[in-house]
C-alpha cells in the first residue's frame, strides 16, 4: 500500500527557511516520479518541483527558481524541499505526491498518490 507523509511545515516569517520532508512507503524512490505540490485557499494546486526515477529534478514552478530545492534519499526512502528565502505568497498547503509517469514540468500520469499535506504560513 503506497502512503506518502508530510512534515516539516509550519510558521516562518519572510526570508526565513523551512525543510519539508515527505516518508514514502509501500513503494521504492527508484521506480516513481515523486514531488511536491502545494495549493493556497481559492487558488489551484501548482507543481513545485519533482524528482524522476532516474533521479532527475525538473522545477515545475518559476516563482521557486534559485530558492526550493529538492532532493531525495533513496536509502531512506524520503523526499524532501528545502525553501529558502520564503515569501508570503509561498503560503499554502504542501503536498507530495508519487505516480510511475510524469510529463514536463512535473504533471503526474495515471494513479497518483497524494499525502495529506503540511500547512506552511510566511507571515511575520
Known amino acids: 500500500q503506497v502512503q506518502l507523509a508530510e512534515s516539516g511545515g509550519g510558521l516562518v516569517q519572510p526570508g526565513g527557511s523551512l525543510r519539508l520532508s515527505c516518508a514514502a512507503s509501500?513503494?521504492?524512490?527508484?521506480?516513481?516520479?515523486i514531488g511536491w505540490f502545494r495549493q493556497a485557499p481559492g487558488k489551484e494546486r501548482e507543481g513545485i518541483s519533482c524528482?524522476?526515477?532516474?533521479?532527475?529534478?525538473?522545477v515545475a514552478a518559476d516563482s521557486v527558481r534559485g530558492r526550493f530545492t529538492i532532493s531525495r534519499d533513496t536509502a531512506k526512502n524520503m523526499l524532501y524541499l528545502q525553501m529558502d528565502s520564503l515569501k508570503p505568497e509561498d503560503s499554502a498547503n504542501y503536498y507530495c505526491?508519487?505516480?510511475?509517469?510524469?510529463?514536463?514540468?512535473?504533471?503526474?500520469?495515471?494513479?497518483?498518490?497524494w499525502g495529506q499535506g503540511t500547512q506552511v504560513t510566511v507571515s511575520s
Open positions: 524528482i524522476s526515477a532516474g533521479d532527475q529534478a525538473t
Open positions: 509501500g513503494f521504492t524512490l527508484d521506480d516513481y516520479v
Open positions: 505526491a508519487a505516480a510511475q509517469t510524469y510529463i514536463s514540468r512535473c504533471v503526474f500520469l495515471g494513479r497518483v498518490y
